[in-house]
């Protein structure tokens, strides 16, 4: 997996590529030490380049949006492909993260 991150206003975009499995640990926890070190309260993880994932993907989300909502904050995610989407709905995400078609619609929800 690879993972860029860019600011926009006072929200942290985080694009995803590749599969959010067990092998992405190490990638993606740097994004949750940052996230916990960063003042922004609002995080955009880009799943548009994430053909699959798994517990643990799902788990790193929770985790990331958890923690943003105890301080205030919120995380959306944008444009998950369908298989993702149908991942995202099983484990009942749309009631924890806001799930949009693209970073704009996004950042206007803010």
Do not use: W
Not at 11 to 36: C, P
């Amino acid at each position: 997996m690879h993972i860029s991150e860019r600011m926009v206003k006072d929200t942290r975009v985080v694009v995803l590529y590749g599969e959010f499995d067990n092998s992405a640990r190490r990638e993606f926890q740097t994004v949750i030490d940052r996230e916990k070190e960063a003042q922004s309260l609002h995080i955009i993880l880009d799943l548009t380049h994430v053909p699959a994932v798994d517990r643990f993907g799902l788990g790193m989300i929770f985790l990331v949006a958890h923690h943003l909502r105890r301080k205030g904050g919120r995380t959306s995610i944008v444009n998950p492909q369908p298989q993702v989407r149908v991942e995202l709905e099983r484990a009942d995400f749309p009631s924890l993260v806001q799930i949009c078609q693209t970073e704009d619609e996004a950042q206007a929800a803010a």
